[in-house]
């Protein structure tokens, strides 16, 4: 299957700093891009959907200055935690999607996960 | 609000048993996906079944889906340790949206 490869793997931050999370796909192009968080022992949560060359949409609830999203390519898209504090930590999933939409199968990065103290 | 639930929260078998785990949901769907996450790791995609499908198979899983009752089963048979992980429906319609998982621990 596809590779979506996610760095870093874990982060530990100061707050009030920022925090970039790259996401790659690196056998296929990545038309869509999707951004999730996880908290312990819950589901995935969608925080956003970024299209190649497009602003992202985000979320109801999910403050777009503070979580900086960038599909700059079809194999790339960057998540930026801004002014991170200590309510930010969680595991950070990125996926990846062949078309547009959320329908068809999406390729999971191994996740990064930020810890602010 | 949540699309997926899955049930049960916890699932604990012997190896060489068959687990099954169910998902409702409660609106329209294009289809259905099964993920598999093992502790502090990114999601495996496993199976995706379309709303006209009832029934699929790929190796020891068998998925199916029942669109008037709005849900869907997993069933893992001749269950390996290697199978402990949590495992997620997630509904396909104008996003994905995840159930809370079923964490299954198959006991050697």
């Known amino acids: 299957g596809a590779v979506v490869s996610q760095h870093p793997s874990w982060v530990i931050c100061k707050s009030g700093t920022s925090v970039k999370i790259e996401c790659r796909s690196l056998?296929?192009?990545?038309?869509?891009m999707f951004w999730y968080r996880q908290f312990p022992k819950q589901s995935l949560m969608l925080m956003a959907t970024s299209n190649e060359g497009s602003k992202a949409t985000y979320e109801q609830g999910v403050e777009k200055d503070k979580f900086l999203i960038n599909h700059a390519s079809l194999t790339l898209s960057t998540l930026t935690v801004t002014s991170a504090h200590p309510e930010d930590s969680s595991f950070y999933i990125c996926s990846a999607g062949q078309g547009l939409g959320s329908y068809n199968e999406q390729f999971f990065g191994p996740g990064t996960r930020l810890t602010v103290l | 609000s949540q699309q997926g639930e899955e049930d049960p929260q916890a699932l604990s078998i012997q190896e060489g048993e068959n687990a099954t785990m169910n998902c409702s949901y409660k609106t329209s769907i294009n289809n259905l996906q099964w993920y598999r996450q093992n502790s502090g790791r990114g999601l495996v995609h496993l199976i995706l079944?379309?709303?006209?499908?009832r029934e699929k198979h790929s190796g020891r899983l068998r998925v199916t889906l029942d669109t008037s009752k709005k849900s869907s089963s997993l069933l893992i048979t001749a269950s390996r340790a290697a199978d402990t992980a949590s495992y997620f429906c997630a509904t396909a319609a104008l996003k994905l949206v995840f159930g809370k998982g079923t964490k299954l621990t198959v006991n050697p």
């Open positions: 079944i379309r709303s006209n499908e």
């Open positions: 056998d296929f192009q990545a038309t869509t």
